[in-house]
């Protein structure tokens, strides 16, 4: 939870300021609504620390597969469909689950409605396994009476965003592989077979070459100073994450990942993809243009979006549409603005997403592939320059002693 200061008009048009405690900013904008407010400004002050009970139940929430929600998005919709009550529906569907996490929270699920709870706020007390696009998905759908069609809808773009994970993990497993492969051999190597070549190069008398002292170097870290090294190792990816997550870092790492080389052009197509998705399902869902935005916003995954929807959000507004501040956005292709101008236009916006939604689904595919292709022989070249690197290391010294020998 947090301390969130907001700015707001009240039912009369009087402009009214205060603070609220939240866990986001959609919290915060459920808050007013609820009051009557509309939010003309949302900003974060500071964290709240929680009680010691309550951090260590978050450290415990369990996480359901997105394959095993995917299928119980689509029988659920099925369900819905067909007239079933939602009570009966979701006891068959939690009997039947596989996924512990999931069974659990569908159980609570249903203790939750039959003490009076409506579907979507007993799923959003499992953030674990419902996330707050789902959550709002399901309000929306409760309120339009279409709660089939968007659950629908909803499977199909966390199917789509699952495929688009498993593409990425895949066009990253032969970089890991070749990593690892290589500190196996650099380890091997600096602590079974150097310090063997050492013990005959001690005698030359001369400094040994640079590549030398180097793998000399990792080698006394890793025979001598182990009870450092390793724990220095292992905390690396954890500082690594909480570095990222500084607000200032995660700006500068947020917008570096659309300036990368080679990948900066991939996760552009990514993240207008998981954009397109979350437009097209809440829109459809019937939800209003500014909720539909603060959801995209706090549910993007990049900060720096993030601060640009924030900016669309405030012409829309203003009266403007959304296609306006697209276009004005940096980071946003222009196809963006123009098909979304169009649909805008024609009053046809939501077969206009979906035309995205396929156009960024058929081009995250084909950039995966290309990537992939690419990375095989980068990777191999890589791995041929560090194996190269090493045996001069060891064999360097070798070379200068024969050469020594060869002039007396």
């Known amino acids: 939870m947090g301390i969130y200061a907001y700015k707001a008009t009240d039912s009369r048009g009087k402009i009214v300021k205060g603070n609220l405690e939240a866990k986001d900013e959609l919290d915060v904008s459920t808050q007013l609504a609820k009051l009557n407010y509309v939010p003309i400004n949302i900003s974060f002050k500071g964290e709240k620390a929680p009680p010691l009970l309550e951090r260590l139940l978050k450290k415990g929430v369990s996480k359901a597969s997105t394959k095993a929600l995917i299928v119980f998005t689509r029988q659920f919709a099925t369900i819905v469909k ?167 870092v995660r700006v500068i790492w947020d917008n570096f990942k659309f300036r990368m080389p080679v990948f900066g052009k991939v996760y552009n197509k990514i993240v207008m993809l998981r954009f397109s998705s979350m437009l097209s399902v809440l829109y459809q869902a019937g939800l209003p243009i500014l909720k539909i935005l603060d959801i995209v916003k706090i549910t993007i995954g990049n900060v720096v979006l993030a601060k640009d929807i924030e900016s669309i959000k405030r012409d829309v507004a203003d009266g403007k549409g959304v296609s306006g501040g697209v276009l004005n956005s940096k980071l946003f292709p222009r196809l963006v603005g123009y098909m979304i101008s169009i649909g805008e236009k024609t009053g046809s916006l939501s077969s206009m997403l979906d035309s995205l939604c396929d156009y960024y689904t058929s081009e995250v595919r084909n950039s995966m592939k290309t990537l992939t292709s690419l990375i095989e022989p980068l990777m191999t070249a890589v791995l041929g320059l560090a194996v190269m690197g090493m045996a001069l290391a060891i064999f360097m010294p070798m070379w200068n002693l024969i050469g020594a020998m060869q002039k007396q």
């Not at 450092?228 to 690594?240: E, H, R, S, Y």
């Open 82 to 248: 067909a007239a079933v009550p939602i009570m009966e529906g979701l006891g068959v569907l939690a009997e039947q689950a596989e996924d512990l996490a999931l069974k659990e929270a569908l159980h609570q699920v249903i203790h939750d409605i039959e003490e009076g709870a409506r579907l979507s706020e007993a799923m959003a007390k499992h953030p674990g396994v419902f996330s707050d696009l789902y959550v709002n998905t399901v309000v929306a759908g409760e309120t339009g009476g279409v709660l089939d069609k968007v659950l629908l809808r909803l499977s199909i773009v966390v199917e789509e965003e699952e495929a688009t994970k498993t593409d990425v993990r895949a066009a990253l497993r032969y970089p890991i592989m070749v990593v690892i492969a290589l500190f196996i051999a650099l380890f091997v190597l600096s602590v079974v077979v150097l310090p063997q070549f050492v013990k005959m190069y001690s005698g030359l008398g001369s400094q040994l070459p640079l590549p030398t002292q180097v793998m000399l170097a990792i080698s006394v870290a890793f025979r001598k100073f182990w009870f450092i090294t390793f724990p220095v190792l292992a905390a690396l990816p954890v500082g690594a994450k909480m570095l990222l997550n500084m607000p200032g």
